[in-house]
């Protein structure tokens, strides 16, 4: 036995976010730990690693109870956790992220050992990165190997990720299930977050299931089909994880053609109509993300884009708003929420004007329109003027999307629209793209997670490498050729 | 016990939030109370309106620069635009000119010394404190030139009356209530927030985010000049060196005053609380008669104090 945590509660200003949480991870055991934004999977990981106290419980390594409210202590004992925002410093190499804080030497540093040192590791990982690289240069996916061995470099006997795979395309999340199962292999406890069931059933040993910060199950994988975790883990039958798709394309609302722009993508010609979605499938890094960005004006570019018929050339995301053209990021944290503003600031921000007379606004309509937009879109917030960064992420991204329909475009870019967002909220995002395409909106759908493409594409477009490499329509789209689309033949 | 623990946590939380929200009028309230106590003379319409007079200018000033800091910006040049706009008006007015027509010439020197320093951090895309503080000495070097580093008086009679009796406190609060109607109902006020609480986010939301970082530097300026002009006619003269460090007080009054330096977070009237609370430091350090050398300090100190006070508050 290795991690045993016991009876673990916490409260924060008078809600209860875990209640008499028990959860024992064993050597050479994969956890997954499950549930919704807000079961308390968070605050469970905090309390293990010693960030957040718990107002009652105990948690025990090898039956010796661990520091509270000491992270490094913690860590030295042996338990890392490897959190979903990286932690790395751009600049640095990757040894010296790898080393940080436990730097080897004296005065001065054996930069040479340290170097050796995080090569052997990341050699033991089977990942390919020269320890002398800057960490700014690596794909996301290789960063995340950094952060896992920066926390093996302690001699981690726990090793807890927090959805580490959020951000990862297909054959990355292949590679870190990879190194999960050599981890456990080599005997340590691993806590697995994760909200994709696939991985959860490629990887896991046994699951534990969280909701409402109370503990609803723990048992083998084996024992869970996908509809039992997910009826765990929502506390009721979710119907269907994708809803039915009626779509009625009409006239073309988005056509870019041979849109360019130099390393990043080249000649990319995509349309939409309106009514429909139109899924972007690749690997993380193929340029779909440019290419969107190309579209609004936030990236220079070659090629001509036409909205509803309009030849138009956006220089500025504000004009391509403005000429009917909107992209909800994909980097909710760092380009989407305003975290210190409220969920009315937050749904208002874009189309102010609309709320304006004379200059002033008026903020009994800008109200009324932010809670009929928490209405419609079932944002889940204490009232209108709460913070935004204390939103749960599937909330955060429904008052994001809602911020550029307040005014409905033409066409609406959703770059992965469900990225760390809990089954709950991800259906009723779904529900939203299917709402807003029957009001004959057209919707341009980069993701990542391909039954998510498979699933709510009318039509599917595949890039790889800056290219478009396919089209295919609904019915003659299996994960296989969406695959064999993205990755070099 | 638990129950009993909730109730007491629930509380405190609630009062936390009430400190943290309202921190710096509780504070200055505490402040007018002790040394209204402490002295005789504190309270005596004569000190306040003393009070009021000597702290408008600085208010105004620290009323511009809250919009600068909202949007995570600095201005540290106020303080010589103080200066030139005042000579500037003096100058006009010696040249003949009438009053109306030197004000004008102060705020336009005021808002062009903005327009510069906006132009720069949109354009040139430098630092904001790498351009305002070329700006400040540049502005401060104009002044002197433009007056022979000597002070302009001789001023017609009319322009002292300008700032007197309760004139620069009426402006003052004017330009606080505008400002509050700005940031608060208008399209610009809300963008400023945004852009000061995520630049990237705001870009995308549709936010002309260069149009909002030129403004606020254009409104800075303009408030300088204002202050500028008010300066002169108190002193009824031109003075080159008028208006000097007037900037460290102004975004000591925004900071005590609850605006976060990085952006996104503050609030008009904590601005004019933050300068008041500031002002009537100095002036209980004079009435309790303190040597100039130890109100720095004690400046210096409770500006610390504020500060980390804030950022304890913000972690809590």
Same mark, same amino acid.
């Given at each position: 036995?290795?991690?045993?945590?016991? $009876?673990?509660?916490?409260?924060?200003?008078?809600?209860?976010?875990?209640?008499?949480?028990?959860?024992?991870?064993?050597?050479?055991?994969?956890?997954?730990? *499950?549930?919704?934004?807000?079961?308390?999977?968070?605050?469970?990981?905090?309390?293990?690693?010693? /960030?957040?106290?718990? %107002?009652?419980?105990?948690?025990?390594? @090898?039956?010796?109870?661990?520091?509270?409210?000491?992270?490094?202590?913690?860590?030295?004992?042996?338990?890392?956790?490897?959190?979903?925002?990286?932690?790395?410093?751009?600049?640095?190499?990757?040894?010296?992220?790898?080393?940080?804080?436990?730097?080897?030497?004296?005065?001065?540093?054996?930069?040479?050992?340290?170097?050796?040192?995080?090569?052997?590791?990341?050699?033991?990982?089977?990942? +390919?990165?020269?320890?002398? /690289?800057?960490?700014?240069?690596?794909?996301?996916?290789?960063?995340?190997?950094?952060?896992?061995?920066?926390?093996?470099?302690?001699?981690?006997?726990?090793?807890?990720? %927090?959805?580490?795979?959020?951000?990862?395309?297909?054959?990355?999340?292949?590679?870190?299930?990879?190194?999960?199962?050599?981890?456990?292999?080599?005997?340590?406890?691993?806590?697995?977050?994760?909200?994709?069931?696939?991985?959860?059933?490629?990887?896991?040993?046994?699951?534990?299931?969280?909701?409402? #910060?109370?503990?609803?199950?723990?048992?083998?994988?084996?024992?869970?089909?996908?509809?039992?975790?997910?009826?765990?883990? !929502?506390?009721?039958?979710?119907?269907?994880?994708?809803?039915?798709?009626?779509?009625?394309?009409?006239d073309v609302v988005l056509r870019a053609t041979h849109l360019s722009a130099p390393p990043r993508f080249r000649d990319v010609s995509i349309d939409v109509r309106a009514?429909e979605i139109v899924?972007v499938?690749g690997?993380?890094g193929a340029g779909r993300t440019s290419a969107a960005l190309a579209m609004i004006g936030a990236l220079r570019s070659s090629g001509q884009i036409e909205v509803r018929g309009t030849r138009a050339a956006f220089r500025t995301p504000a004009a391509a708003i403005a000429g009917g053209l909107a992209y909800v990021t994909e980097d909710r944290?760092a380009r989407g929420i305003f975290?210190?503003?409220?969920? %009315? @600031?937050n749904i208002t921000v874009t189309h102010l004007a609309a709320?304006?007379?004379?200059?002033?606004?008026?903020?009994?309509?800008?109200?009324?329109?932010?809670?009929?937009?928490?209405?419609?879109?079932?944002?889940?917030?204490?009232?209108?003027?709460? +913070?935004? &960064?204390?939103?749960?992420?599937?909330?955060?991204?429904?008052?994001l999307v809602a911020r550029y329909v307040v005014r409905p475009p033409a066409v609406l870019i959703l770059d992965e629209p469900?990225?760390?967002?809990?089954?709950?909220?991800?259906?009723?995002?779904?529900?939203?793209?299917?709402?807003l395409? %029957?009001?004959?909106l057209g919707i341009l759908m980069i993701s990542?997670?391909?039954?998510?493409?498979?699933?709510?594409?009318?039509?599917?477009v595949?890039m790889?490498?800056g290219c478009t490499?396919?089209?295919?329509?609904?019915?003659?789209?299996?994960?296989?050729?969406?695959?064999?689309?993205?990755?070099?033949? | 016990?638990?129950?009993?623990?909730?109730? *007491?946590?629930?509380?405190?939380?609630?009062?936390?939030?009430?400190?943290?929200?309202?921190?710096?009028? !509780?504070?200055?309230?505490?402040?007018?109370?002790?040394?209204?106590?402490?002295?005789?003379?504190?309270?005596?319409?004569?000190?306040?309106?003393?009070?009021?007079?000597?702290?408008?200018?600085?208010?105004?000033?620290?009323? $511009?620069?809250?919009?600068?800091?909202?949007t995570?910006?600095?201005?540290?040049?106020?303080?010589?635009?103080?200066?030139?706009? #005042?000579?500037?008006?003096?100058?006009?007015?010696?040249?003949?000119?009438?009053?109306?027509?030197?004000?004008?010439?102060?705020?336009?020197?005021?808002?062009?010394?903005?327009?510069?320093?906006g132009l720069?951090v949109t354009a040139l895309r430098?630092?904001?404190?790498?351009?305002?503080?070329?700006?400040?000495?540049?502005?401060?070097?104009?002044?002197?030139?433009?007056?022979?580093?000597?002070?302009?008086?001789?001023?017609?009679?009319?322009?002292?009356?300008?700032?007197?009796?309760?004139?620069?406190?009426?402006?003052?609060?004017?330009?606080?209530?505008?400002?509050?109607?700005?940031?608060?109902?208008?399209a610009f006020?809300r963008h400023v927030?945004a852009v000061?609480g995520n630049l990237q986010a705001a870009w995308l939301a549709g936010v002309r985010v260069t149009r909002v970082q030129f403004a606020?530097?254009?409104?800075?300026?303009?408030?300088?000049?204002? /202050?500028?002009?008010?300066?002169?006619?108190?002193?009824?003269?031109?003075?080159?060196?008028?208006?000097?460090?007037?900037?460290?007080?102004?975004?000591?009054?925004?900071?005590? &005053?609850?605006?976060?330096?990085? $952006?996104?977070?503050?609030?008009?009237? &904590?601005?004019?609380?933050?300068?008041?609370?500031?002002?009537?430091?100095?002036?209980?350090?004079?009435?309790?008669?303190?040597?100039?050398?130890?109100?720095?300090? *004690?400046?210096? /100190? *409770?500006?610390?104090?504020?500060?980390?006070?804030?950022?304890?508050?913000?972690?809590?």
């Amino acid at each position: 036995m290795r991690l045993a945590a016991q $009876g673990l509660t916490k409260q924060y200003g008078g809600v209860t976010v875990l209640r008499d949480v028990t959860i024992e991870v064993a050597s050479g055991e994969i956890r997954a730990l *499950v549930g919704e934004n807000g079961a308390g999977k968070s605050t469970l990981i905090k309390i293990l690693g010693g /960030a957040v106290v718990a %107002d009652a419980g105990e948690v025990r390594l @090898d039956g010796v109870p661990l520091p509270v409210g000491r992270p490094l202590a913690v860590r030295q004992r042996g338990l890392s956790i490897v959190y979903q925002e990286f932690t790395l410093v751009p600049d640095l190499t990757v040894a010296e992220n790898v080393f940080l804080g436990r730097e080897i030497g004296g005065a001065v540093l054996r930069g040479r050992t340290m170097r050796e040192r995080a090569q052997r590791l990341l050699d033991e990982l089977g990942v +390919r990165v020269d320890a002398g /690289a800057p960490v700014r240069g690596l794909s996301v996916a290789h960063q995340q190997m950094v952060e896992i061995a920066r926390a093996l470099v302690t001699e981690a006997r726990v090793l807890i990720l %927090d959805e580490p795979s959020a951000t990862l395309s297909g054959s990355e999340v292949d590679t870190l299930l990879g190194v999960l199962r050599r981890l456990k292999a080599r005997g340590l406890a691993i806590i697995y977050v994760s909200h994709r069931l696939d991985e959860i059933f490629a990887v896991c040993d046994s699951v534990t299931v969280l909701r409402d #910060g109370r503990h609803i199950r723990t048992a083998p994988v084996t024992t869970f089909t996908r509809e039992s975790l997910i009826r765990d883990m !929502v506390g009721r039958d979710v119907a269907e994880e994708f809803p039915a798709r009626t779509a009625r394309p009409g006239d073309v609302v988005l056509r870019a053609t041979h849109l360019s722009a130099p390393p990043r993508f080249r000649d990319v010609s995509i349309d939409v109509r309106a009514g429909e979605i139109v899924g972007v499938a690749g690997l993380v890094g193929a340029g779909r993300t440019s290419a969107a960005l190309a579209m609004i004006g936030a990236l220079r570019s070659s090629g001509q884009i036409e909205v509803r018929g309009t030849r138009a050339a956006f220089r500025t995301p504000a004009a391509a708003i403005a000429g009917g053209l909107a992209y909800v990021t994909e980097d909710r944290k760092a380009r989407g929420i305003f975290s210190m503003l409220g969920v %009315d @600031d937050n749904i208002t921000v874009t189309h102010l004007a609309a709320f304006a007379r004379a200059g002033l606004l008026s903020n009994t309509r800008r109200r009324s329109a932010a809670a009929a937009a928490v209405k419609a879109f079932d944002i889940r917030a204490a009232g209108l003027g709460q +913070r935004a &960064g204390t939103l749960s992420g599937g909330n955060q991204q429904k008052a994001l999307v809602a911020r550029y329909v307040v005014r409905p475009p033409a066409v609406l870019i959703l770059d992965e629209p469900t990225r760390g967002v809990d089954v709950a909220a991800r259906a009723e995002i779904y529900r939203v793209m299917n709402t807003l395409t %029957d009001d004959g909106l057209g919707i341009l759908m980069i993701s990542s997670d391909l039954p998510e493409i498979l699933g709510m594409s009318d039509r599917i477009v595949v890039m790889r490498d800056g290219c478009t490499t396919g089209v295919l329509a609904r019915h003659e789209a299996t994960a296989e050729r969406v695959m064999a689309l993205a990755t070099a033949a | 016990m638990t129950g009993r623990g909730r109730t *007491v946590s629930g509380r405190s939380a609630a009062v936390t939030a009430f400190l943290s929200r309202y921190a710096i009028f !509780v504070a200055l309230a505490l402040e007018c109370l002790i040394v209204g106590l402490a002295t005789d003379t504190f309270f005596t319409s004569a000190n306040l309106v003393n009070v009021l007079r000597q702290n408008a200018f600085i208010a105004i000033l620290a009323a $511009g620069m809250t919009f600068v800091i909202l949007t995570g910006g600095i201005d540290l040049s106020v303080g010589s635009v103080v200066g030139l706009s #005042g000579v500037i008006c003096a100058g006009v007015l010696a040249g003949g000119a009438s009053v109306p027509v030197a004000l004008l010439a102060g705020l336009a020197t005021g808002l062009a010394a903005g327009v510069v320093n906006g132009l720069a951090v949109t354009a040139l895309r430098v630092p904001a404190f790498v351009v305002t503080l070329a700006t400040m000495l540049m502005a401060r070097g104009v002044a002197f030139k433009y007056t022979d580093a000597r002070t302009i008086t001789g001023l017609p009679e009319g322009f002292a009356t300008l700032s007197g009796g309760a004139v620069a406190s009426v402006v003052m609060i004017a330009v606080f209530v505008v400002s509050w109607i700005g940031l608060a109902r208008t399209a610009f006020g809300r963008h400023v927030f945004a852009v000061g609480g995520n630049l990237q986010a705001a870009w995308l939301a549709g936010v002309r985010v260069t149009r909002v970082q030129f403004a606020v530097y254009a409104l800075s300026g303009v408030a300088a000049g204002l /202050a500028g002009v008010l300066v002169a006619s108190r002193l009824n003269a031109g003075y080159p060196r008028a208006g000097e460090y007037y900037e460290l007080d102004a975004i000591a009054a925004v900071v005590v &005053g609850g605006t976060s330096l990085f $952006g996104g977070r503050g609030s008009i009237w &904590g601005t004019l609380a933050g300068a008041f609370f500031i002002g009537i430091l100095n002036n209980a350090l004079n009435l309790f008669h303190v040597s100039t050398y130890d109100q720095l300090i *004690v400046k210096g /100190a *409770v500006l610390l104090v504020a500060t980390s006070l804030d950022r304890w508050r913000e972690s809590a």
